[in-house]
C-alpha cells in the first residue's frame, strides 16, 4: 500500500491504479478501506487527473444523488441501475439499500449488518412511514 501512495503522490503509474481501483469498486461495490484510501490520495494529490474519474466512480460506487459524469460501461449500467431504482421506488437509493428494502420485503424477519452511513436508519423510517400510511 505505501508503494502506491508513493507512486499516486509522484504521479507515477495513476491510468493503472486507478483502473485496478475502478474494477475493484465495480466488481466488489465501496468495501474495501484501501480503495477508499487510495482514492482520498488521488483526490488530495492528483486532483486533475482525479476530476476525469470522479463521476464514474461515484456513479460506480452507487452515489447516485449527484449528477455525475460517466465515462465507462460499467458507469453506465450503475446509471441504467440507478434510472430502475427511481422508477421502481420513486425515491434515490443506493444499491445498499436497494438491496435491503427487497430483502425486508421479501422476508417476514430480516437481519443485516452494514457500516455506519449506509443508509440503515433512513430506509427504516421509510418503511415504517409507509406502513403506517398504509394503514391509516
Known amino acids: 500500500m505505501d508503494n502506491i501512495i508513493e507512486k499516486i503522490v509522484k504521479g507515477e503509474e495513476l491510468e493503472k491504479i486507478i483502473e485496478e481501483v475502478r474494477r475493484k469498486i465495480y466488481v466488489n461495490g465501496p468495501i474495501n478501506i484501501e480503495n477508499m484510501e487510495i482514492l482520498s490520495?488521488?483526490?488530495?494529490?492528483?486532483?486533475?487527473?482525479?476530476?476525469?474519474?470522479?463521476?464514474?466512480?461515484?456513479?460506480?460506487?452507487?452515489?447516485?444523488?449527484?449528477?455525475?459524469?460517466?465515462?465507462?460501461?460499467?458507469?453506465?449500467?450503475?446509471s441504467n441501475y440507478r434510472k430502475s431504482i427511481i422508477e421502481k421506488y420513486?425515491?434515490?437509493?443506493?444499491?445498499?439499500?436497494?438491496?435491503?428494502?427487497?430483502?425486508?420485503?421479501?422476508?417476514?424477519?430480516?437481519?443485516?449488518?452494514?457500516?455506519?452511513?449506509?443508509?440503515?436508519?433512513?430506509?427504516?423510517?421509510?418503511l415504517l412511514k409507509t406502513k403506517v400510511e398504509m394503514i391509516l
Do not use: H, W
Open 41 to 78: 490520495y488521488f483526490k488530495q494529490y492528483q486532483p486533475d487527473f482525479f476530476s476525469k474519474y470522479e463521476g464514474d466512480i461515484l456513479e460506480r460506487m452507487g452515489i447516485f444523488y449527484k449528477n455525475n459524469k460517466i465515462n465507462s460501461l460499467e458507469g453506465l449500467l450503475m
Open 90 to 126: 420513486n425515491r434515490y437509493y443506493t444499491p445498499v439499500q436497494t438491496n435491503m428494502i427487497n430483502n425486508i420485503i421479501l422476508n417476514k424477519n430480516f437481519s443485516f449488518s452494514a457500516p455506519t452511513s449506509t443508509g440503515k436508519s433512513y430506509i427504516f423510517r421509510i
